[in-house]
């Protein structure tokens, strides 16, 4: 394996009880010699992570343990004495199988006498770092010195300089001297990393949050034996009980339903100590601190079965009575890590007869933990709804080894092996008596579905060959039980496979034993028929036509807010403010869905306006959304809006309606009318038009609106300069486009155009005018166009000067001079009569 998936212990990894939420990662550290004790896999590091690779197992990296070591042997600490020039020194005579011990000065404060460490003896190497130094490319070598005038022949190690975090340390070193739990005298003088088989290797693999089986030792387990084609070995489960019975100690009464089942053991005679070292070594693979024996043991399990445990010290359970149900709101709990938090009405709790005693599924209480002389402990193994517990995440920003798993939802049929198996650990450390039988709430017992798949199905998609006794061979092998003959299989998952729904899901499985890279590069054998949408074809035609235009499309965030429709002048109860809410919001800029589009245009033009783009065209398309106001328990309504933006020199009103009526005559949209608008705060009250057109029973429609930016909301949003946008209903648009080809043969005879110019009063509309001369035209009149509008020194004040080009062509002859003039004039005549027009020489 290259150097490059190779990291150190310090990375990437979480520890301890709690995780910041930002911290935790959908992953499990995967140690490849505790894997070993539940199958047999027996390849090189390179070909186990390449064929769990092309399983579908997501490898992220994997570090080798125990390198880098030399020269470092196990030792005792047989006596301590005060360094003479020194109070914070103390000189250790270390015991490491010689005739003569070994003088050690060290300054560490956890050490003791008869206590074993690692000793870095003269000329030894280790990774590093040493402790509170920067680490050192290459690992360090050690050698004998003087230390203020007494000799040290070498160095006691703490978990950090042998190349372990210093986060997963055993509790007891902890910024110290690594100090081994047992004895080991017969491994004096031994080298260290051989002696506690330290050598290993530790694999991160990325969980995907379908496959909650896989955040556990036996789960990776279990897809190993799969792929290599070996057997499992179960964990020993069965062990010795006292007479008395676990229900005259403890009650348990379930309230709600998001507790789908709890189990509870107990254990007397408790004895709070160190773990032996084999299980202090599984937890560290696993990136957690080992505590004490009952609280490794518990999660021990918990990364053994992906079952989180938590104990309770039965003294602190009023009336020796659990119940399980929903807090209250205003309630103060103050957790395991010492902080006093605020729960809420739909925060799942633990209580006793009188108090909480816990939060469901993410951590215990700092009133019922285990303490050095608990005597009794309640051991919990629940099943809560993933839904509940993610919520609770989310409100209290608290996240747990525990929680990362019941948010991706659990088995409750673990919770009763997970508790015997607890039980188990304790009788083999010898740190408590086991109750004889349990307190089990399990209303509803889960039951795996029964999946019908077919082999021909399975064949179609993968394009293979697959014969069905390989098909059962690969899913047996995946723990599932087969059944059905020929073209027929019903296949029953077991319960911990909870993304085990239908078909596809056994088809996956098959795949993934048969390997990915196996599968053919095949077409599909059927005909296939694809089309795509009229909505998805004219937004494309629509990204075209506006990048012919010279317009750059933009993706703005589709988050709103009341505050950004304050800054552009949307009425209090106006239709723009029917936001859909986000239940848990980053902050108040993402409190909600957009609406409408145009927010986040002026932001755009307003963010190239502050870095001095002279000239700007954008354009965007995208989904805004609201509240569904005929049911208000469906869906919130989702519909496509674009919106267009320009400015820059020569680029006004004219422009930006150029732009649009170009683009909808070509998708498909025809009768364009312009109706003035004065109301809508976002833009100018003189230079705004409401986009209007008529549906196929002649009724009139607005598509949308369009104008110049009010000054007010341009400055809001540190726009210098005029600019203008529009916004219009694209999905209104799709319903109407009429967009079949037809074929229009090119005109045999020539056209010729007239040029009219005229000053009208400043309030006239000149949508009005174009109707009335289009009106008077008769059919000759093919096409008129505004290409001036006027006012200054030559007009005089509240009069403009508009001027209109039009064109006049005939289908079946050459019009003459005299029959264009005759009907020209007849506009003319109208324009002077209908609106007052003085008309202007040419």
């Not at 009219?756 to 035209?777: F, S, Y």
Request: aromatic share 6%.
């Amino acid at each position: 394996m290259g150097s490059e998936s190779v990291r150190s212990a310090s990375q990437n990894k979480f520890w301890g009880r709690t995780i910041k939420v930002s911290e935790v990662k959908n992953t499990m550290l995967v140690s490849l010699q505790w894997l070993k004790d539940y199958t047999n896999v027996n390849v090189p590091i390179d070909e186990f992570c390449d064929r769990m690779i092309m399983s579908g197992s997501d490898m992220e990296t994997c570090e080798e343990l125990g390198c880098g070591i030399s020269g470092v042997v196990v030792g005792r600490i047989d006596k301590i004495e005060q360094h003479p020039d020194a109070n914070k020194l103390v000189v250790c005579q270390v015991n490491v199988g010689e005739e003569e011990p070994l003088q050690i000065v060290t300054g560490a404060t956890n050490i003791y006498e008869g206590g074993y460490v690692p000793v870095a003896k003269d000329n030894s190497h280790i990774p590093g770092p040493l402790h509170g130094q920067p680490k050192v490319e290459g690992g360090v070598t050690i050698t004998k010195g003087e230390l203020r005038g007494v000799v040290s022949n070498g160095m006691l190690c703490g978990p950090q300089e042998l190349g372990y975090d210093d986060k997963i340390a055993p509790y007891i070193s902890k910024d110290g001297i690594w100090m081994l739990p047992g004895n080991w005298d017969e491994y004096l003088g031994k080298d260290f990393a051989k002696a506690l088989e330290l050598s290993d290797y530790v694999i991160d693999f990325c969980i995907t949050p379908n496959r909650s089986d896989c955040l556990c030792m036996i789960g990776m387990a279990k897809e190993a034996a799969a792929v290599f084609e070996e057997k499992m070995t179960y964990p020993d489960t069965e062990c010795e009980k006292t007479d008395e019975n676990a229900s005259d100690y403890i009650s348990v009464e379930v309230k709600d339903n998001n507790c789908k089942r709890y189990t509870a053991r107990i254990i007397k005679d408790v004895k709070i100590e160190q773990s032996p070292w084999w299980l202090q070594k599984r937890l560290m693979a696993a990136g957690m601190r080992p505590i004490n024996n009952m609280v490794d043991i518990t999660n021990f399990v918990m990364m053994e079965y992906g079952q989180p445990l938590h104990a309770f010290d039965i003294r602190s359970i009023a009336g020796s009575h659990i119940v399980v149900d929903m807090a209250k709101d205003g309630d103060k709990f103050v957790t395991l890590d010492g902080q006093e938090r605020d729960v809420y009405a739909d925060t799942l709790m633990i209580n006793d007869a009188e108090k909480p005693i816990g939060i469901a599924g993410i951590m215990g209480g700092l009133d019922s933990e285990i303490v050095d002389d608990t005597n009794t402990v309640v051991v919990e193994s629940a099943c809560f709804d993933k839904t509940c517990v993610h919520r609770s995440i989310k409100k209290l920003g608290l996240k747990t080894e525990a929680a990362a798993r019941y948010e991706r939802g659990l088995d409750p049929n673990l919770c009763e092996a997970a508790a015997d198996r607890v039980c188990k650990l304790v009788e083999m450390l010898g740190c408590g008596k086991v109750l004889n039988g349990s307190v089990d709430v399990y209303h509803n017992p889960e039951t795996a579905p029964v999946i019908k798949c077919r082999v021909s199905r399975v064949n179609k998609i993968l394009g293979t060959d697959i014969p069905r006794e390989e098909m059962v061979n690969y899913l047996e092998r995946l723990d599932m039980k087969v059944e059905g003959e020929g073209d027929t299989m019903l296949v029953t998952p077991p319960t911990v496979r909870q993304d085990m729904k239908e078909e596809v899901d056994c088809v996956e499985e098959v795949a993934r034993l048969y390997g990915y890279d196996n599968l053919p590069m095949t077409l599909p054998s059927a005909d296939t028929v694809g089309t795509v949408s009229k909505s998805w074809e004219l937004r494309d035609m629509t990204r075209n036509l506006l990048c012919g235009m010279g317009a750059s499309e933009i993706q703005t965030y589709s988050f709103s807010n009341n505050k950004i429709l304050d800054g552009i002048g949307i009425e209090e109860d106006s239709w723009e403010r029917n936001f859909v809410d986000i239940i848990n919001p980053m902050g108040e800029e993402t409190s909600a869905m957009r609406t409408i589009l145009t927010p986040g245009m002026l932001e755009v033009l307003g963010r190239n306006c502050a870095r001095n783009q002279e000239r700007v065209r954008a354009y965007e398309i995208g989904l805004t959304y609201m509240k569904n106001l005929v049911d208000a328990q469906a869906l919130p309504v989702e519909s496509y809006n674009l919106t267009m933006g320009i400015y820059g020199k020569d680029e006004d009103f004219f422009t930006l309606k150029g732009m649009v009526v170009t683009l909808l005559e070509r998708l498909g949209i025809e009768d364009l009318e312009f109706a003035a608008e004065s109301d809508y705060k976002v833009y100018h009250p003189g230079r705004c038009a409401r986009i209007l057109t008529r549906d196929k029973n002649g009724e009139t429609v607005e598509l949308g609106i369009m104008g110049e930016v009010h000054p007010d909301v341009a400055e809001n949003y540190g726009i210098g300069t005029r600019c203008y946008i529009c916004e219009l209903f694209f999905d209104l648009i799709v319903e109407l486009s009429d967009k079949e080809i037809q074929y229009h043969q090119p005109p045999k005879y020539p056209s010729t155009s007239r040029d009219v110019a005229m000053i009208v009063e400043e309030d006239l509309q000149v949508a009005d005018m174009e109707k009335a001369i289009r009106e008077a035209g008769t059919e000759i009149l093919r096409e008129v166009k505004l290409f001036d509008v006027y006012r200054g020194e030559q007009v005089e004040a509240g009069k403009k000067s508009v001027a209109f080009s039009l064109t006049y062509r005939h289908d079946d002859k050459t019009l003459t001079d005299e029959e264009v003039d005759q009907i020209h004039g007849k506009v003319i005549e109208l324009l002077k009569e209908k609106f007052k027009a003085v008309i202007r020489d040419n």
